[in-house]
């Protein structure tokens, strides 16, 4: 490759901000991990499983009940989401005239822009009390759920949607060729070579699911307990973070800390597999 | 031929159920935020802790937090992307290495960009609770976006500019000044307006690095509330604030409409002026 001296000079300038872009991941793991050391340092990991209840200024650091909150909230919302998201995908693609599929996409999309603030504000006003009249307070567990399968349908749907798109024609034309009904080629053909993407969007989803903060805290109630049912009141670990953070110090502090590192952990966890799985649909 | 029927049924009921869920969201905050909403409510400062008076200061907290947010990411991204998609083999080390990190970055959780904000920016730095380490925090998250979009736009420049100047003995900087960045403005705006609208959204990597304050910011070095932090404050910690918590969300909504269509718009235009000159 020719380069002449300013060419030179900007890619050396341009590499410069590259680094720096790239770094920040790093920078960010590097200070989670400094300003958790002082728990990490001195508390055995399992103490976070087995300690009686949730007092870092007492020294008891239990987040079962916030993790397993995350856990349900996001199986829950990625059990609604998926088949709903997929329905979407398949409506716009297959079933939907043009102009109404182009809408529905476009209203998909808009969905996928709304702030999570205000998904939280709706569910809080709106959907806690027509749930609070089957059980109160409304504030629970189904509400959170409710209202991150809203959020994560988008993801669901346009990662679908994409992966529809990528279904090699000659597959849909021999397929019709053979004379399948819709269904058939949907459920024979569309949907087993879409697969892994559609896998991967909702890997993705589910990793949206488990670092939504600002929705879930507005909608869950934020009690710390194991939820006994889908009715109870729960505290999800992002929420856990955003409503210590304000007044936490020291080891508290740090223990928010090591919960914001365990969400890093899982999130990354999920989605180098969706990125893993959507690299192999290139091979496939 | 029955299983046919049901599928096309079920189908069907799911889009409505979705479209109707999502009128009924959009509806609810129209009814209930458009009575309040006046010129005076955009302008006026929040008196009684939000429940009367406007949104004034919020708005301009917003509108810096995210200038600052934008100033430092576009260079930032635009130099990488460049990088990644003039001045590096697709298939090098280094491109793949910050591409994979970038990828990474993406996936990160708001609110432990928040966390990290408020460690480096507010404490370790020392720019305390300020518009500006919420701005920085932001910029920090809509960089992958920014650089993947820039990327992406760039990549679609047609090659025969590249070979064309190449022959024309043009060095690569003349090259990407002249040709493959106006190529990519319509791709740089909409990735700029994506961008945004994530920005604007956000509310979990504020509240612990701009802060909660309501005044009107004299410097950027002072706690500004943003809009999203506002409606969550509203809401959460204010009894009888519904009222104006559903027209703050209605002005956030109608922003990021007006930033979409504008981002659309532009994009377009562009588009049509390169065609029309090429």
Same mark, same amino acid.
């Given at each position: 490759m020719f380069l002449s001296r300013t060419d030179r000079q900007l890619a050396a300038l341009l590499q410069g901000c590259a680094l720096l872009a790239a770094t920040i991941v790093l920078l960010i793991l590097l200070f989670l991990i400094k300003e958790s050391w002082p728990v990490l340092q001195h508390v055995a990991l399992t103490r976070f499983v087995i300690d009686a209840s949730w007092h870092p200024v007492q020294g008891l650091y239990q987040l079962t009940p916030m993790l397993s909150a995350t856990l349900y909230s996001t199986l829950g919302a990625v059990v609604l989401a998926t088949p709903l998201g997929i329905a979407s995908a398949l409506f716009s693609r297959y079933f939907a005239p043009p102009f109404i599929a182009g809408c529905y996409r476009r209203l998909i999309e808009l969905l996928a822009g709304i702030p999570s603030v205000v998904y939280g504000f709706w569910g809080l006003i709106t959907l806690a009390p027509l749930i609070g009249r089957l059980h109160p307070p409304g504030v629970s567990l189904l509400t959170g759920i409710l209202v991150l399968t809203l959020m994560i349908l988008p993801t669901v749907a346009l990662t679908a949607d994409a992966a529809l798109a990528a279904?090699?024609?000659?597959?849909?034309?021999?397929?019709?060729?053979l004379g399948l009904s819709r269904w058939g080629l949907i459920s024979g053909v569309a949907l087993p070579a879409a697969r892994s993407g559609i896998i991967a969007g909702t890997l993705l989803a589910a990793g949206r699911a488990i670092g939504e903060t600002m929705a879930v805290l507005m909608v869950v109630g934020n009690v710390v307990q194991q939820p006994q049912s889908l009715l109870d009141s729960v505290r999800t670990l992002t929420a856990n973070i955003a409503l210590e953070m304000a007044y936490a110090t020291g080891v508290h502090r740090a223990a928010l800390f090591v919960s914001g590192l365990a969400l890093m952990v899982m999130v990354l966890v999920l989605v180098s597999t969706a990125e893993l799985l959507s690299r192999k649909r290139h091979y496939g | 031929m029955v299983k046919n029927a049901l599928t096309t049924l079920l189908i069907w009921l799911t889009a409505i159920l979705v479209s109707g869920v999502f009128v009924w969201l959009l509806a609810d905050i129209i009814i209930h935020g458009l009575p309040k909403l006046s010129w005076s409510f955009l302008v006026e400062t929040p008196k009684n802790a939000g429940r009367s008076g406007g949104i004034g200061p919020i708005i301009v907290s917003t509108l810096l937090i995210l200038g600052v947010a934008m100033v430092t990411a576009i260079p930032l991204s635009l130099a990488t992307a460049v990088l990644l998609s003039e001045f590096t083999r697709h298939d090098s080390v280094f491109g793949r290495l910050v591409r994979r990190s970038l990828d990474v970055l993406a996936g990160v959780p708001s609110i432990v960009f928040g966390l990290f904000g408020n460690a480096v920016f507010c404490i370790y730095l020392g720019l305390g609770f300020s518009i500006l380490s919420g701005g920085l925090t932001l910029a920090c998250m809509v960089l992958p976006l920014l650089i993947r979009t820039a990327e992406e736009g760039l990549q679609a420049a047609p090659? !025969?500019?590249?070979?064309?100047? =190449?022959?024309?003995?043009?060095s690569r900087s003349a090259t990407l000044v002249h040709l493959l960045l106006p190529a990519?403005?319509?791709?740089? @705006?909409?990735?700029?307006?994506?961008? @945004?609208?994530? =920005?604007? =959204? !956000?509310?979990?990597?504020?509240?612990?690095?701009?802060?909660? @304050?309501?005044?009107?910011?004299?410097?950027?070095?002072?706690?500004g509330r943003a809009l999203s932090v506002h409606i969550y404050d509203l809401s959460m910690n204010v009894a009888g604030g519904d009222a104006s918590a559903y027209s703050s969300a209605l002005v956030l909504i109608l922003l990021l409409l007006m930033i979409n269509s504008i981002a659309l718009s532009l994009a377009n235009q562009w588009l049509h002026r390169s @065609?029309?000159?090429?």
């Open positions: 279904v090699p024609l000659a597959y849909v034309r021999g397929a019709a060729a | 090659n !025969e500019y590249r070979l064309a100047s =190449a022959a024309l003995g043009m990519a403005t319509p791709a740089l @705006v909409a990735g700029l307006m994506l961008g @945004v609208g994530r =920005a604007i =959204a !956000e509310t979990a990597a504020l509240i612990f690095t701009s802060g909660y @304050v309501d005044r009107m910011p004299d410097s950027l070095f002072d706690s @065609v029309v000159t090429a």
